[in-house]
């Protein structure tokens, strides 16, 4: 399994940037996939939740802002980011989740790093 993270890099305050996670290895239309992010010095928390039916979810500080999408056929969750500040500098991360009644299966990508300056 792997989840492959791009698109983070160095942008102004109001800015935007696209992140994209593209995976292999697992049914992916089958899988809810998320966004969770690490500030420095900071726990890892989540962004943004999209189910496998599509439906999506965000944490307060990023509603309106960010929204999370997904293709199926290309095996890839996105994370657009609108309106960024510099309070949203972290290392992104996202992870899939694959559940059943007698099984849970998580993966989660390997980070890619968005800098915003003020």
């Known amino acids: 399994v792997q989840l492959q993270a791009s698109g983070g890099g160095l942008v102004q305050a109001g800015g935007s940037l696209r992140l994209s996670c593209a995976a292999s290895?697992?049914?992916?239309?089958?899988?809810?996939m998320a966004w969770y992010r690490q500030a420095p010095g900071k726990q890892r928390e989540l962004v943004a939740t999209?189910?496998?039916?599509?439906?999506?979810n965000y944490a307060d500080s990023v509603k309106g802002r960010f929204t999370i999408s997904r293709d199926n056929a290309k095996s890839t969750v996105y994370l657009q980011m609108n309106s960024l500040q510099p309070e949203d500098t972290a290392v992104y991360y996202c992870?899939?989740?694959?559940?059943?009644?007698?099984?849970?299966?998580?993966?989660w990508g390997q980070g890619t790093k968005v800098t915003v300056s003020s």
């Open positions: 290895g697992i049914i992916f239309s089958l899988n809810d």
């Open positions: 992870k899939s989740e694959y559940t059943t009644t007698r099984f849970r299966e998580n993966n």
């Open positions: 999209i189910t496998s039916s599509g439906i999506t």
